[in-house]
């Protein structure tokens, strides 16, 4: 695992990935990035599709990969969560596995909410910050700063991306199939 989120701009053979200007984040195929346009950016990284995180060109550095959902099921595991809660979808699992994975309380909104309130908060030293979403309507609108971190894994399920979302007003964490197009990180 990296302890920061993804800065790139181009895939590891040295094509570039697109900017993500607003067009292109409601086009369903199209790899793109883009900047949350909120300092310092090396602290919240870049957002992108998972058209760009799944790319066989390779968008993590040389030796590094974006983590399936099946290692993401492993460390949850590892953190407490309870095996029967693994393959669920599209709610919150487990106690506080995402206080414990999320890091960095400054760069959560006023320090508030279950995520930062629990005890285990930072717990793991994974360090997930609230780096937001780019949703794939309303021009590629940015949202969730400071208060939600969604994060691709490298799997699928029936062709749509899995993510993991951690929100400052929840401890546990979510497992998620929402939109290829969205902009994560």
């Known amino acids: 695992w990296m302890n920061r989120n993804l800065i790139v701009e181009h895939f590891n053979n040295g094509d ?50 974006v983590g399936s959902d099946e ?5 949850e595991l590892y953190l407490g969560m309870d095996a029967d809660e693994l393959d669920d979808f599209n709610t919150y699992r487990g106690t506080n596995q995402g206080s414990m994975l999320a890091g960095e309380e400054d ?18 030293g994974f360090d997930v910050v609230a780096g937001g979403y780019r949703e794939t309507y309303g021009n590629g609108c940015f949202y969730g700063m400071n208060n939600t971190a969604s ?5 699928s399920h029936n062709n749509v991306g899995i993510f993991r979302q951690i929100d400052k007003n929840n401890a546990a964490i ?12």
């Open 16 to 65: 570039e990935i697109d900017g993500g200007n607003d067009v292109y984040w409601s086009v369903p195929s199209t790899d793109c990035h883009g900047n949350n346009a909120v300092e310092p950016t090396e602290q919240y990284g870049h957002l992108y599709n998972w058209h760009a995180v799944n790319d066989d060109r390779g968008i993590c550095p040389e030796n590094w990969h």
């Open 71 to 75: 290692e993401w099921m492993e460390l």
């Open 107 to 124: 760069y959560w909104e006023n320090g508030n909410g279950a995520l930062l309130n629990n005890d285990e908060f930072g717990s793991s």
């Open 151 to 155: 994060i691709y894994t490298s799997s």
């Open 174 to 185: 979510n497992r998620r199939v929402y939109s290829n197009s969205m902009g994560m990180n």
